[in-house]
């Protein structure tokens, strides 16, 4: 499976987001989908994930309450709504296909291109 995210751009603090994950070359509706991101300089950490079903979703401690994360199965996407942006929020944000429940980059796979996300303030 491919994916490529999108949805990234410059934005105040305070603002808001919406990154959409489009997958291609296989149906991701049976996978669990994982959110990450990566600053300059520091190691990519886990965002968000949300369950197959779209049933269950999980948050980094950082973006709880702020970020939602959802799926369209059907469309074979994902997205990422960024509301209330500060500026360490600024990275590359990437999707992947990997295991739900886990945190750890290692379970994510599929990687591809991100999407730039910078908060000014």
């Known amino acids: 499976v491919q994916l490529q995210a999108s949805g990234g751009g410059l934005v105040q603090a305070g603002g808001s987001l919406r990154l959409s994950c489009a997958a291609s070359g296989h149906t991701i509706s049976r996978y669990a989908m994982g959110w990450f991101r990566q600053a300059p300089g520091k190691e990519r950490e886990f965002v968000a994930a949300i369950s197959w079903s779209g049933d269950s979703t999980s948050y980094a401690d950082s973006v709880k309450g702020r970020f939602s994360v959802s799926r369209v199965n059907v469309k074979n996407s994902v997205y990422l709504q960024m509301n209330s942006l500060t500026p360490e929020d600024t990275a590359v944000y990437y999707c992947?296909?990997?295991?739900?429940?886990?945190?750890?980059?290692?379970?994510?796979?599929?990687w591809g291109q991100g999407t730039q996300v910078t908060v000014s303030s």
């Open positions: 992947a296909v990997g295991r739900y429940g886990s945190r750890a980059v290692a379970d994510f796979g599929s």
